[in-house]
């Protein structure tokens, strides 16, 4: 009888341990879940700003003069159209200049890289509700009677997402680069354990927002994405019911998904702006 309650102890002492510890990481991951999502560069705006001049980009201020991120206006004029360029949770916006010369080189656009708080001495922290209202800022800074389009690339598709679906008349298209559907799904998916859903403050729900956008919608997946696994990107692909198409990059990781060829810009570019509204477009 003595070993039974020796061992029905042993048996509650070890609950109550694994218990403990699950709650103690329960509590962790809830306090530090935003710097695990944000990585931020933490350069000056005037060491930014030297090395911008070496390739053409300005810096971008809104009309109250706050940096809010660069800009490369197209030397053509008037322009196609403007591209507001929202980037994905690590490094800075002048980090994704490619983006501004192979959409130049191509059509003349205006490309404007958007700077989130926190970034590259943008002053603020990080967070779903900073990053929405720069975003919103940024639109509202943008030439309202050009074409707006938007790409989005990992943690800024959601951001994207938002804008399309909170300005669903001003965007004329999109090109969402590795996306997820919400990112309460892509967390539950690294973190299955854990009441995920319950635990993360910044949700970044594009499949909620994009239901408010009917516009020309593009999609990108990496096929060997660890980060945000495809699948994600697809439901939210299958999911949209406005005009839209579907690339994949098969041997593409997260990281490299982003580097476009001329050719697949030139699909993207005639999706968004050449091919007929009344054109059906899917996969």
Not at 138 to 151: G, H, M, P, T
Not at 166 to 194: D, K
């Amino acid at each position: 009888m003595q070993r039974k309650n020796r061992v029905g102890r042993t048996i509650v002492y070890g609950v109550i341990i694994v218990t403990g510890i699950y709650v103690v990481l329960c509590v962790a991951l809830t306090v530090a879940q935003r710097h695990l999502l944000y990585y931020p560069c933490k350069r000056s705006v005037a060491a930014s700003e030297n090395i911008a001049a070496a390739y053409g980009v300005q810096i971008w201020r809104n009309a109250a003069g706050q940096f809010v991120g660069w800009r490369r206006l197209s030397q053509i004029t008037p322009a196609q159209g403007q591209v507001l360029i929202l980037h994905g949770n690590a490094g800075c916006a002048l980090d994704r200049m490619q983006y501004a010369e192979a959409l130049q080189n191509i059509a003349p656009l205006d490309v404007f890289i958007l700077e989130y708080p926190g970034y590259d001495g943008r002053a603020g922290s990080p967070t779903q509700d900073t990053l929405f209202a720069a975003a919103t800022n940024a639109v509202q800074e943008l030439n309202s009677q050009c074409r707006l389009f938007l790409i989005g690339e990992s943690l800024g598709t959601g951001v994207a997402a938002y804008l399309a679906g909170t300005h669903p008349q001003e965007i004329a298209g999109m090109l969402l680069i590795a996306p997820y559907n919400n990112l309460s799904a892509v967390a539950r998916h690294h973190l299955p354990i854990f009441p995920v859903k319950l635990m993360l403050r910044d949700k970044y729900a594009s499949d909620f927002y994009l239901k408010s956008y009917h516009g020309r919608l593009g999609v990108l997946l990496a096929g060997k994405d660890e980060v945000i696994p495809n699948q994600f990107g697809l439901k939210l692909y299958e999911g949209y019911t406005g005009p839209k198409k579907l690339w994949e990059s098969p041997h593409a990781g997260h990281d490299e998904v982003s580097q476009l060829k001329s050719e697949l810009w030139k699909e993207v570019l005639d999706f968004w702006i050449h091919e007929s509204a009344a054109k059906p477009a899917g996969r």
